[in-house]
């Protein structure tokens, strides 16, 4: 554990090193299985929901589902650890480097790649909303980002209600990628 609450510990090596760059060095066992646990009952929850309400999808459809509601459940927990936020908020780690991690959440083109409801109009405009309310959260001073990150949460919910088409089963995708990385990932914890 580190001894300064200022800078996160250096990543151990290995498996457990990639893990650390994930959620934070200093993240504690409790911590690891709040990450862990919610991750596995919420996808676990979305797949019994899939076979229940006989949605349809095939081996595909559910792999993606899973390992992306296993990537988001995950990353809301984490995301707003302690360690998490010492880690993701560390002087080091620029504007440009937050902004590579939202833009690496490609998760709405994989989705409508295999679920042909979602339109790549849709899909683009989901988005484009996800980076350009990065670009809004990391450009104002720190003392702000939480509200204005909220607030844009919120217009989040909004598009992912009435303009995005996600498919039965998939209502939760957006509302929870834009909690994850924008008051999640974006802002510290303080």
């Known amino acids: 554990m580190n001894s300064n609450p200022e800078s996160p510990s250096a990543p151990r ?22 990450i862990l646990g ?5 996808s676990g929850t979305v797949f ?3 076979q229940v309400a006989a949605l349809g999808w095939n081996t595909l459809q559910i792999a993606i589902v899973l390992v992306i509601s296993l990537d ?3 990353g809301i927990i984490a995301t707003t650890t302690v360690a998490g936020s010492r880690w ?15 833009a690496l959440h490609v998760h709405p083109f994989i989705l409508a790649a295999v679920f042909p409801l979602l339109t790549w109009t849709e899909t683009t405009i989901a988005y484009g909303f996800l980076l350009g309310s990065a670009v809004i959260v990391l450009g104002v001073p720190e003392r702000l980002r939480r509200p204005i990150a909220m607030g844009l949460f919120a217009i989040g919910l909004l598009l992912a209600l009435y303009v995005v ?3 039965h089963g998939l209502e939760w995708f957006l509302p929870l990628l834009y909690l994850k990385l924008l008051p999640g990932h974006l802002v510290p914890s303080n």
């Open 38 to 42: 919610f991750a596995v009952v919420f």
């Open 13 to 34: 090596t290995g498996v457990r090193g990639s893990w650390d760059r994930l959620v934070g060095p200093d993240t504690t066992r409790a911590e690891n299985w709040l």
């Open 48 to 50: 019994v929901y899939s």
């Open 165 to 167: 088409n996600l498919p």
């Open 72 to 74: 988001i459940a995950g």
């Open 88 to 102: 993701w908020h560390r002087p080091s780690h620029r504007r440009r480097a937050h902004l590579q991690f939202i």
